[in-house]
């Protein structure tokens, strides 16, 4: 009986191959609205979580949408240091990071201004693909009087160049992938506010900001004084088991009164301080994967109910009513799962091109909704030959085999 | 056992259209014997082709009864009654009814395997039986109508059914192959002992019966 379903999908070969692409336009479609309202919160998310620290330490006004809002000073990190855990120095590094924004490649980007020698706790294993990582002033006064003097502009000087002239821009640090949306390589100027910056290095994609800035020149810049800080990354004791750790946040809470969080659950927190818009996307995935169902429904139905007569050949020739409806959740079966696979490939196809063509742009595939997708396929191929099946059988067959 | 093969009981049938009745079959008592070539013939719409529908189990009857073989199709379900039209009864349709998208080999094999049976000899056989062995390869629609008649009586008679049940066989066909497919269920008949109950409106092909029923505005007029 596999064969009369195959030649009936070969016989009619367009129109068989018309809703096989149908149902794999359905399929990329879940996929990749899916993956597009996730793939963007996940990739920053996993960017984050890449620096090697387990725990950020925030004010509680500080909002991780934005990445600004209330202030931290740097005297605080003594404070943390000196945190002992069960009798063991608890903490090995603090990084502070003071943030900006800037437009680059037509959008507002987030530049981490970080010392430039904590720059390696945030590329990780990531390595600098073009460039050398900037160096800083001592502090913002020292970048602020160096720009005065230079220019009535406001401008920026990096003094602890190893130049002999002391640059006036503020050098940058970009990602990869910001560098491919932007057009941007190391050498080329761009502008930061009214002064003008320059690009130093490019990184690989996949470290926590996608611009870096030293941390003094971009406090100078704001005219914010020094010490100043957005947030800290603490680099615990490798000894620390999770409880520990868990342990750790709480003293630093205890001690300094600021948020701490293990950057293992900042996934977990930015899903809290986004929640409407994790509302938002959850809704999406559900629409899709209604669309989905829909689109494989109304094919399938189509093409069930145009086999009237088959199924009367069949019923007159003694076939019972569940071979018949095996017969038609077969076809349907063959179409669904074809285009369930063509569907998969499409939308590795379209995140290959989307994130070409717009890289700032995230498509996460995951197996689970690969998975999913592949459920919603199947099961919307054997529900949606079912109920039309099910309605053709319960036609008059006579009927149905007079009609030409 | 008896030789009686089909017996109806006060068969009637009334056809329910929006609300609207339509009575074509009245009280239809007929016996149909093994091995009997029997026609029924009568003018259009005088409900032939609804007898041989109900007793073919492909309709239903508002009331009355058949007997097929022994069995009361008033006790069967859906299921018994599909089992009952796969395993004794063949059809042959004036419009063929034959699956356009397989070859005509396939046409026969997929009956078989809806009986659940292994598609071997028998198809051959049932090709030969018709003379179409060397065109059993082509789909349909690159046969001619009357070497489509033919799959479609080796369809019917693949499996060894106890009756065919021909519905104007010959209704689409011009008169030469008409007459072959007349001469055929004539040597199905003689050769495999095959019950035929035809329907026509042709006397030419009512004569190659053994016996005729006449009808008429649903009724049983006559039986010759």
Known sequence: ?404 | MSDLLIKTEKLCKTFHHDGIKTPVLFDVDMQVRQGEFVAVMGPSGCGKSTLMHILGLMLSPSGGDIIIDGCSAADLNEAGRAKLRREKIGFVFQRFNLLPTVSGYDNIAVAERIRGNTVDGQVDNALAAVDMTEKARFKPGRLSIGQQQRIAIARAIVHRPRIVMADEPTGNLDSTNAETILELFRQIHREQGITIFLITHSLTAAQYADRIIYMADGRIQDIG
């Open chain 1, 1 to 404: 009986m596999l064969k009369l379903a195959l030649a009936n999908l070969t016989h009619r070969k367009i129109r068989s191959a018309l809703s096989v692409l149908a149902v794999a336009i359905a399929i990329t479609l879940l996929l990749v609205l899916v993956g597009l309202s996730r793939g963007t919160l996940n990739e920053v998310s996993n960017r984050m979580q890449s620096v090697q620290a387990e725990i950020i330490v925030r004010d509680k006004h500080f909002d991780l949408g934005s990445m600004s809002g209330g202030k931290l000073w740097e005297k605080e990190i003594a404070d943390i240091v000196r945190i002992q855990i069960d009798d063991t120095p608890a903490v090995e590094h603090v990084m502070a990071v003071f943030l900006d924004r800037m437009k680059l490649a037509g959008l507002s980007q987030n530049v981490f201004g970080v010392h430039p020698e904590d720059f390696a706790f945030f590329a990780g294993s990531r390595r600098l693909i073009k460039g050398e990582i900037f160096s800083d002033v001592d502090s913002p006064s020292a970048a602020l009087a160096l720009a005065e003097a230079k220019s009535n502009r406001k401008i920026i000087l990096d003094s602890a160049s190893t130049t002999s002239e002391p640059l006036n821009y503020l050098p940058l640090i970009i990602d990869q992938r910001l560098a491919a949306a932007s057009q941007l390589a190391v050498g080329d100027p761009v502008s930061y506010g009214d002064s003008p910056a320059k690009i130093v290095a490019v990184v690989e994609t996949g470290v926590a900001g996608r611009v870096f800035a030293p941390i003094n020149m971009l406090r100078g810049a704001n005219g914010v004084a020094a010490q100043t800080a957005h947030m800290f990354f603490v680099k615990a004791n490798p000894s620390l088991n999770t409880d520990q750790l868990q342990k750790l946040c709480e003293q630093i809470h205890s001690n300094i009164r600021r948020d701490a969080t293990l950057v293992a659950n900042y996934g977990q927190v930015i899903a809290e301080n986004f929640r409407n818009l994790t509302i938002f996307m959850n809704l999406v995935s559900v629409i899709a994967l209604v669309i989905c169902f829909l689109f494989i429904l109304v094919t399938i139905y189509t093409i069930v109910l145009e086999r009237g007569k088959e199924i009367a050949i069949l019923q007159s020739l003694g076939a019972s009513r569940l071979r018949v409806l095996g017969q038609t959740v077969q076809e349907s079966l063959i179409i669904c799962s074809t285009g369930t696979v063509l569907g998969i490939i499409l939308t590795f196809v379209v995140r290959y091109l989307i994130e070409t063509l717009q890289p700032l742009m995230t498509i996460e595939v995951r197996i689970s909704w690969i998975l999913i997708a592949v459920l919603v396929g199947i099961g919307g191929g054997i529900l949606s030959a079912l109920y039309p099946g099910y309605i053709a059988l319960s036609h008059d067959p006579v009927e149905a085999l007079s009609f030409e």
